[in-house]
């Protein structure tokens, strides 16, 4: 099973650049979500989706979009970088929807450093 | 929004002690979940609580949904270097804390 995948693993940056977070789940989850992770801070929700062709903001959206076209896939895009987007970037998927209490599913990470 | 409390940030213990944490809330959750997250990877479910006083084992690690429902308890026994990582607590309410909210994370290192 290979669950969430992430792509790429790193990926650095020029300020102003634009890019794509990939995020693809094969375990039919309606739910998906994107989280930075920053020292100290925990993990923060930048947006989230119930299920294709919806989404919605999390804790930290600005500076970030999302579409949602697949169930399977949840791109994250930078339109254009900021050094305040160096973090890590989690992706996660559930069954039911946080609304549920079903547990979050991560993929491995991106870590991204915006220069 | 509500935020969970997870303190200290960075735990050290010796290998074969027990260690506990704790995750305390502002709000009532109606489900709390705990991960671990080893270096370079994202986190993973390590034990999911849904009742109240529920107290539930996953081999070494028991973890308990507090009676007032508004905090919840990791132990580790008999710790073993692979158990270094970071653990976080998550909750979830319902209606405007309905979403997955996570604590800040414990670092945890284990000398052998």
């Known amino acids: 099973n290979a669950g969430v995948t992430q792509t790429p693993k790193f990926q650095v940056l020029k300020t102003g650049q634009s890019m794509t977070l990939q995020c693809a789940q094969d375990?039919?989850?309606?739910?998906m979500s994107w989280y930075r992770q920053d020292p100290g801070m925990g993990l923060r929700l930048i947006h989230y989706?119930?299920?294709?062709?919806?989404?919605d903001q999390g804790e930290v959206p600005n500076g970030y979009n999302v579409s949602r076209s697949t169930t399977e896939d949840f791109p994250l895009r930078l339109l254009s970088a900021a050094p305040s987007q160096t973090s890590v970037y989690f992706c996660?998927?559930?069954?039911?929807?946080?609304?549920?209490?079903?547990?979050?599913?991560f993929g491995n990470g991106t870590r991204l450093t915006v220069t | 929004g509500q935020q969970l409390n997870q303190s200290p940030q960075s735990m050290f213990i010796q290998e074969g002690e027990d260690v506990s944490m704790n995750c305390t809330s502002s709000?009532?959750?109606?489900?709390w979940l705990w991960y671990k997250q080893d270096p370079g990877e994202g986190p993973v479910l390590l034990i999911a609580?849904?009742?109240?006083?529920e107290l539930t084992s996953n081999g070494r690690l028991t973890a308990q949904f507090g009676i007032t429902r508004k905090d919840s308890f990791l132990n580790i026994s008999a710790s073993i270097p692979s158990d270094v990582g970071i653990y976080f607590c998550?909750?979830?309410?319902?209606?405007?804390?309905?979403?997955?909210?996570f604590g800040k994370g414990i670092t945890l290192s284990v000398r052998p």
């Open positions: 996660a998927s559930s069954y039911g929807g946080q609304g549920l209490g079903s547990p979050l599913h």
């Open positions: 375990m039919n989850h309606e739910y």
């Open positions: 989706s119930v299920g294709a062709g919806i989404t």
């Open positions: 709000s009532i959750f109606n489900t």
């Open positions: 609580l849904y009742k109240a006083g």
């Open positions: 998550a909750g979830q309410g319902t209606g405007a804390n309905s979403k997955l909210t």
